[in-house]
């Protein structure tokens, strides 16, 4: 079955911009990977600072996707979020259907 999901990471603000940038072709590249598909284009918001300090940090890059894959398929992909050293944080969640059907995901199995 195909679910939507909703993918965040923040990537280390103290990593240069062009490297924290090759995040991006590494998830999409995990995600495709494992089955799934990119809808639209990867949100890259840049640097930001945080609210407040993560791991003794101010800011980090913030990069958002949305995409539909298998259930339990992106398992891979967040093992190598969650050891990356560049990784501040990532977060996965799964959309509620209709979410994602108001976003217009396709492939959404009921």
């Known amino acids: 079955m195909m679910r939507a999901y909703e993918l965040m990471v923040i990537i280390d603000g103290d990593v240069d911009d062009p490297k924290a940038q090759t995040w991006i072709k590494t998830v999409t ?4 990977a494992a089955g799934g598909t990119i809808h639209g284009r990867p949100d890259w918001w840049g640097k930001r600072q945080f609210a407040y300090p993560i791991d003794k940090k101010p800011a980090g890059y913030y990069l958002v996707v949305e995409l539909v894959a298998p ?7 967040e093992r190598t979020l969650r050891l990356a050293d560049d990784v501040v944080r990532h977060k996965l969640i799964r959309l509620p259907e209709a979410e994602a059907s ?8 009921a």
């Open 29 to 32: 590249d995990g995600i495709v």
């Open 71 to 77: 259930g339990g398929a992106l398992d891979e992909l």
């Open 102 to 109: 108001r976003r217009g995901m396709e492939g959404v199995a």
